[in-house]
C-alpha cells in the first residue's frame, strides 16, 4: 500500500534502511536551510524562493507523517489521524509552518525557529537529552518550583525595600531572575544595605539552583548513553557515533544492509 511505503519513508530510519536515512537527512538539512531568511534584515528573490520551497517540503512531510500515522503510532483505526495533530512534534511542526504560509502576520515569522526541532527529531542525541528529562522530571520540576518562589519572594522584598529602584513589581522580578542566574546585567542594582544583602544570598542561592539541575540532567545523560551502548553491544553492533559526518552516516547504513543480506 501507498501509505505503508510512505510510513518506511518518514519513519526515523532504522539500521539497513538507506532509503529512510537518506531521507531523514534530507528533511534535517531543508529545516535547517528553511530558518537561514532569518539571517538578514530584509528579504530577497533568493530568500524569498529558499522559504517557499523548504515550507512546502516541510508541508507535504507533514502531511505524509499524517496519513501514515497509523502505521507510525500502531494504532490501525480512524482514531489515529485524529490523534497525530495533537501531538507534540505535530503541534510544532504546524505552528513553525503557519507564517511562511500565510496564515497568521509575519510579525510571528520567528515562530520559523521551530523549525530545528525537526533536526532535533532525527538526533540520537536529542533523544538521550529528552529521556534524560523525564526521568528526572520530578526532580527538575521540584528545583524549578524552588527557584520560582525564591524569585517571587526576594522581588517582593526588593521591591519593599527598595521603591524608587524598581518602577513597577515586573522590574523586580526581572532583576530577581538576572540576580539568581548570576547574570547581573548591571542596569538595575540595589542601592540600600537591606538590598545589597538580598542581592549577594540570590547570587549565591542562585550558583546552588543552577548548577544543581545541571548534575542531575548530566548524570542521567550519561547513563542513557551508556544503556544505548550496551544494547548494541549485546546486539553486536558497533559503538553508535552521532557525532559523525552524513557521508560516515550514510557508509555505514550501506554496510548494515550489505550485513543484513548476508
Not at 8 to 35: C, H, N, Q, T, W
Amino acid at each position: 500500500m501507498l501509505r505503508e511505503q510512505l510510513y518506511r519513508i518518514v519513519r526515523k530510519a532504522e539500521p539497513g534502511d538507506r532509503l529512510g536515512k537518506a531521507y531523514d537527512i534530507f528533511i534535517m538539512l531543508v529545516a535547517i536551510v528553511s530558518i537561514c531568511p532569518l539571517m538578514f534584515k530584509e528579504s530577497n528573490s533568493v530568500l524569498d524562493t529558499i522559504d517557499i520551497v523548504t515550507v512546502y517540503i516541510l508541508f507535504f512531510d507533514y502531511i505524509f507523517r499524517w496519513i501514515s500515522y497509523d502505521y507510525i503510532s500502531g494504532r490501525k483505526s480512524p482514531q489515529a489521524f485524529i490523534l497525530y495533530p495533537f501531538t507534540p512534534f505535530a503541534i510544532i511542526d504546524l505552528v513553525s509552518l503557519l507564517p511562511s504560509l500565510g496564515l497568521i502576520g509575519q510579525g510571528w515569522r520567528i515562530l520559523r525557529m521551530l523549525r530545528i526541532f525537526k533536526a532535533f527529531h532525527y538526533s540520537k542525541s536529542f533523544t538521550y537529552i529528552l529521556n534524560a528529562f523525564k526521568k528526572e522530571k520530578r526532580t527538575l520540576c521540584s528545583v524549578l518550583v524552588i527557584a520560582l518562589a525564591y524569585i517571587f519572594i526576594s522581588a517582593l522584598a526588593m521591591f519593599a525595600y527598595e521603591p524608587d529602584t524598581f518602577d513597577s513589581f515586573f522590574d523586580a522580578l526581572y532583576w530577581a531572575t538576572t540576580a539568581l542566574t548570576t547574570v547581573g546585567y548591571g542596569d538595575v542594582y540595589p542601592i540600600s544595605n537591606v538590598g545589597k544583602l538580598i542581592s549577594m544570598i540570590s547570587s549565591l542561592f542562585g550558583v546552588a539552583v543552577i548548577s544543581l539541575p545541571a548534575g542531575i540532567i548530566t548524570a542521567s545523560f550519561v547513563e542513557e548513553i551508556n544503556k544505548d551502548k550496551e544494547k548494541r553491544e549485546q546486539e553486536g553492533k558497533p559503538p553508535r557515533d552521532d557525532n559523525s559526518s552524513i557521508v560516515e552516516r550514510v557508509l555505514e547504513a550501506d554496510r548494515e544492509t550489505e550485513e543484513a543480506h548476508e
